[in-house]
């Protein structure tokens, strides 16, 4: 089992499937769906259209396209909205059900991205925190999970969260 960070763009990495912090119509926005969808090509906003969209801690596979990943895995994180609407719950879910589907399609590596820290606005240590713990709790042997951050500041967050939960 290898669990790490890696910095740049989770367009780049050459693993089985990587994770898109997606919005509700998986038509693609800014950030990171942006970068996967305009990395993919059209295809990928073709399949996409096909799904009817999804609901905050949920996932749906697409492939891959023109990525080097085979499969992209859209979930919608939550908005923060100060906490105390279950958005720590939803965030955990996004990372559950991608592995759900990992497991389902028998994925030995993904990358995930850190959902909703973007203009969803989730505070990034806490995100990190429940990011780490949850993947750490799902994830079995002969896989590989990648945590990608696209700067180092944003890498070091979330090396902070996994040294904290070796």
Known sequence: MTFRV????ITDLDVEAVVNAANSTLLGGGGVD??????AGPGLLAECRTLGGCLPGQAK???GYDLKARYVIH????????????????????YHESLRVVRERRIRSVAFPAISTGVYGFPKPLAAQIAVM?????MW???EVLL???SAPDAAI?????DKET
């Open 34 to 39: 942006g970068a996967i969808h305009r990395a």
């Open 75 to 94: 979930t919608v994180g939550p908005v923060w909205r100060g906490g105390d609407r279950g958005e720590d719950t939803t965030l955990a879910s996004c």
């Open 148 to 150: 990608c951050a696209f």
């Open 158 to 162: 979330l090396q902070a969260a996994l």
């Open 6 to 9: 890696v910095t740049g763009s």
């Open 134 to 138: 949850t993947l750490r709790e799902k």
């Open 61 to 63: 596979l697409t492939g």
């Open 141 to 143: 042997e002969d896989m």
